[in-house]
């Protein structure tokens, strides 16, 4: 199986930071990974896939990075809205498997 | 709009059975993949199971293996989860979600609001 480490798996920070989360892969995935979002009580929503192509009706501010082992999710100016919970999910192969969550908080 | 509507959770004994469903609407149901993914209070989540649009190729967590059994009905346009020997450890909210391809690819591109399963005695 495919493990997902997701690095930190929490942070402070204050609207307007540039925000960067980590996922590290245990064997390459070329670029079959996502990032998701979810907020309390939500269903989780989908904001990058294919490591760096950009859901549509996701704000630009979002972005993802990386191939292989190492990818990222990158939040240019944090937003209010952006205060949540973030995964990342590799789907090169069976079992699915998501990273451990990232807690994006409130400085 | 694509709307997925998980129903069947509850609260069940440890040993139990569960049916769980979900009810979609808004797209080719019979043309798309779909998935179970779940997620215990407070932890992160967990994928399940994945059945092709077909039915012909069907995936499980190993934690699920032999208890649990996906299946789809194409003319109700309804993906079901049977849970079966339920332990406390599959308490959790479990959503379906959508694969944008009639094959297995795991990009799970649409969720449903989940239904809670509880097992306590």
């Known amino acids: 199986d495919i493990q997902m480490t997701q690095s930190p798996s929490s942070l402070s920070a204050s609207v307007g930071d540039r925000v960067t989360i980590t996922c590290r892969a245990s064997?390459?995935?070329?670029?079959?990974l996502g990032w998701y979002q979810q907020k309390p009580g939500k269903a989780p929503k989908r904001l990058i896939y294919?490591?760096?192509s950009l859901q549509s009706g996701v704000p630009s501010r979002f972005s993802g990075s990386g191939s292989g082992t190492e990818f990222t999710l990158t939040i240019s100016s944090l937003q209010p809205e952006d205060f949540a919970t973030y995964y990342c999910?590799?789907?090169?192969?069976?079992?699915?498997?998501f990273g451990g969550g990232t807690k994006v908080e409130i400085k | 709009e694509v709307q997925l509507v998980e129903s069947g959770g509850g609260l069940v004994k440890p040993g139990g059975s569960l049916r769980l469903s979900c009810a979609t609407s808004?797209?080719?149901?019979?043309?798309?993949?779909m998935n179970w993914v779940r997620q215990a209070p407070g932890k992160g989540l967990e994928w399940v199971s994945s059945?092709?649009?077909?039915?012909?190729?069907?995936y499980y967590a190993d934690s699920v293996k032999g208890r649990f059994t996906i299946s789809r009905d194409n003319a109700k346009n309804s993906l079901n989860l049977q849970m079966n020997s339920l332990r406390a450890e599959d308490t959790a909210v479990y959503y379906c979600?959508?694969?944008?391809?009639?094959?297995?690819?795991?990009?799970?591109?649409?969720w449903g609001q989940g239904t809670l399963v509880t097992v306590s005695s």
């Open positions: 979600a959508r694969d944008p391809s009639g094959a297995l690819t795991g990009f799970l591109v649409d």
């Open positions: 808004g797209f080719t149901f019979s043309a798309y993949s």
């Open positions: 059945i092709s649009s077909s039915g012909t190729h069907i």
């Open positions: 064997q390459g995935i070329r670029n079959d």
């Open positions: 294919a490591a760096s």
């Open positions: 999910l590799q789907h090169k192969s069976y079992p699915l498997t």
